[in-house]
């Protein structure tokens, strides 16, 4: 399994990125993608995640109403769609894939994914 997050960049505030994994060696179909952030000096937070099998997602408070979470008509890519982007969005972001099948309450929890994909940088500054 090999799981491979693109997209970031650097963004104004009030701009959008989107973000993609895409997954190798398996299959999307009944599993979960999670996304996941870490700032420098920071811990890791779960931002979002997407259950493939039943399309229930789920937010961090702190993106809420700005960031959409979406399976790519690509085969096998889940999108992190990032709009009205503030400076503290900014760090690198990583998708990770959990091959059981999440509860809704623990969509955000690292230690429920199994794989992990390179992150991708996002900064937000003018």
């Known amino acids: 399994v090999q799981l491979q997050a693109s997209g970031g960049g650097l963004v104004e505030p009030g701009g959008s990125l989107r973000l993609s994994c895409a997954a190798s060696g398996f299959r999307l179909d009944y599993h979960a993608i999670g996304w996941f952030r870490q700032a420098p000096g920071s811990e890791r937070e779960g931002i979002s995640a997407?259950?493939?099998?039943?399309?229930?997602?789920n937010y961090a408070d702190s993106v809420r109403g700005r960031f959409t979470v979406a399976k790519g008509t690509a085969r096998n890519t889940v999108y992190l769609q990032m709009d009205n982007l503030r400076p503290e969005d900014t760090g690198l972001y990583y998708c990770a894939l959990d091959v059981g099948h999440v509860t809704y309450t623990r969509m955000l929890d690292a230690d429920e994914y199994q794989f992990w994909g390179q992150g991708t940088q996002v900064t937000v500054s003018s």
């Open positions: 997407f259950r493939t099998w039943d399309a229930v997602s």
